[in-house]
Nanobody, 114 residues
Framework: QVQLVESGGGLVQPGGSLRLSCVAS????????MAWYRQAPGKQRERVAD???????NYVESVKGRFTISRDNAKNTMYLQMNSLKGEDTAVYYC????????WGQGTQVTVSS
């Protein structure tokens, strides 16, 4: 079982940037197809971006050109660089496998507000 810990969230003004991190326990991380998800108040959790074990990335349309997903397999860590943040990006952000989810972590809160 892989345990996931997200960090890096916070309060930022519109147009600002944040970098989220996801640290995974265990030795399986480098073989996993991973993703970032988010859940806004009153909405279902949605996938934001995903990255294959060799670094190929995909994004939902709403974050293309603004968010960048990356990973460092040597550090068992995945990142989400978020630029040009908008109010609609406000949510709790989670990391997990792209398929066959592990237990969800606590997530990290991102609030975009002036």
């Amino acid at each position: 079982q892989v345990q996931l810990v997200e960090s890096g969230g916070g309060l930022v003004q519109p147009g600002g940037s944040l970098r989220l991190s996801c640290v995974a326990s265990g030795s399986a991380f480098s073989s996993l197809f991973m993703a970032w998800y988010r859940q806004a108040p009153g909405k279902q959790r949605e996938r934001v971006a995903d990255i294959t074990r060799d670094g190929r990335a995909n994004y939902v349309e709403s974050v293309k050109g603004r968010f960048t997903i990356s990973r460092d397999n040597a550090k068992n860590t995945m990142y989400l660089q978020m630029n040009s943040l908008k109010g609609e990006d406000t949510a709790v952000y989670y990391c997990n496998a792209r398929y066959q989810y592990f237990d969800w972590g606590q997530g990290t809160q991102v609030t975009v507000s002036s």
